[in-house]
């Protein structure tokens, strides 16, 4: 079966550290990969994707993201949290073949950056 | 200028009414979709329709009825609520139904089963 995991429910940070919110992974062929963010009360907004090429996909508001092929991950990552990154983020898959648009997500991670 | 908007943002009604969420999109998109979102926050595809074509039903029981008047808009009724579908309803638009395109989402509507 098609799915995306992200195993921690919850990833706490402080302010102007590092952040790494975790995405695994598992389709056949190749995946397009998503995350958006969800800010309370409000509609998913749409961060970066995966399609094809460079491994490392840069996106909105200094998020980044690395493919990992082997691993079969695809990890959120930015290199300094604000207080306002604080959110429930998904990761989402599109499983190859077929043009439904269909998007399979992760379960979410709340990311909580601390001042 | 709100690319997927949605009406009503919340909506309280009784077991057994039917109800209906609207949604619109002026992003000029091909795609729309309709997703749940439950009480523990999952989302999940409902139904997707490309150029007013129904192209995903995903095991949604049939009180469920998405209606596509034109490219833009994509309603979802709902007959003989139940309070299992109390959740947040999410719209989305993409460009096209492909693999590679960016779904866009409303702001969701908040609906509660009494």
């Known amino acids: 079966a098609q799915s995306v995991a992200q195993p921690e429910d919850q990833v706490n940070v402080a302010e102007g550290n590092p952040l790494t919110v975790k995405c695994t992974y598992s389709v056949s062929g190749n995946p397009y990969l998503f995350w958006y963010v969800q800010y309370p009360n409000r509609g998913l907004q749409f961060l970066l994707k995966y399609i094809t090429g460079d491994n490392l996909v840069k996106g909105s508001y200094g998020f980044e993201a690395e493919f990992n092929k082997s691993q079969t991950s695809f990890h959120l990552k930015k290199p300094s949290a604000l207080v306002s990154d604080s959110a429930l983020y998904f990761c989402a898959v599109r499983p190859p073949p077929g043009n439904t648009g269909k998007l399979i997500f992760g379960q979410g991670t709340t990311l909580q950056v601390k001042p | 200028d709100t690319a997927v908007s949605q009406t009503p943002k919340y909506l309280v009604t009784q077991m057994g009414n039917d109800k209906s969420i609207k949604c619109e999109q002026n992003?000029?998109?091909?795609?729309m979709y309709w997703y749940k979102q439950d009480s523990k926050k999952f989302l999940k595809i409902m139904f997707s329709y490309n150029n007013k074509e129904l192209i995903i039903n995903e095991t949604v029981p049939n009180r469920f009825s998405p209606k596509s008047p034109d490219k833009a808009h994509l309603n979802l009724h709902i007959n003989s609520l139940e309070l299992g579908d109390s959740a947040v309803y999410f719209c989305a638009s993409s460009h096209q139904a492909s693999h590679t395109d960016t779904q866009y989402f409303g702001p969701g509507t908040r609906l509660t089963v009494l």
């Open positions: 992003l000029g998109h091909d795609t």
